[in-house]
């Protein structure tokens, strides 16, 4: 048999025609980065609205949503260890692609005002969004100015 060589790029991932190889690129090197630090601002389309925000891996959503979900718990468990024990399901299913990104930080962007500064946009903001990869339509690196 013969030894197969590691390739270079392994974090580049070939994705089904509805993702995006560059996003999903992203994704996998955000996922594979165990200090859990990286983030990248981005403006998604979805659903043909505008969301802009800081674009991080799984973990690092997972470890804000549950220091969040820790501060709204209150007396109740359930709630605080809902990340637990949904991971704990998914840690028994054979390893898939992901299916959502997640963004810190999120505004949506559903008009512009004027301001000193010119045009700002304006909108509905979240510490912590997720959503399905193939509800992107499209997306760019930086927020709108």
């Not at 840690?91 to 692609?97: G, I």
């Amino acid at each position: 048999m013969s030894e197969e060589t590691p390739t270079p790029h392994s974090h580049v991932v070939i994705p089904d025609p509805v993702r995006d190889v560059y996003l999903m690129t992203i994704l996998a090197m955000f996922d594979e980065d165990e200090t859990n630090t990286a983030a990248l601002t981005v403006t998604l389309q979805v659903g043909g609205v505008l969301v802009t925000g800081e674009l991080i891996g799984h973990g690092r959503w997972r470890n804000e949503l549950k220091a969040w979900l820790a501060t709204i718990g209150g007396s109740s468990d359930v709630i605080s260890d809902l990340v637990g024990i949904v991971e704990e399901e998914l840690a028994e299913q054979p390893q898939s692609r992901p299916s959502h990104l997640h963004l810190r930080d999120a505004k949506f962007i559903t008009n512009y005002g004027g301001s000193m500064q010119g045009i700002v946009p304006q909108g509905p903001e979240r510490p912590l969004w997720r959503t399905r990869i193939a509800d992107v339509q499209g997306w760019s690196l930086g927020r709108p100015q």
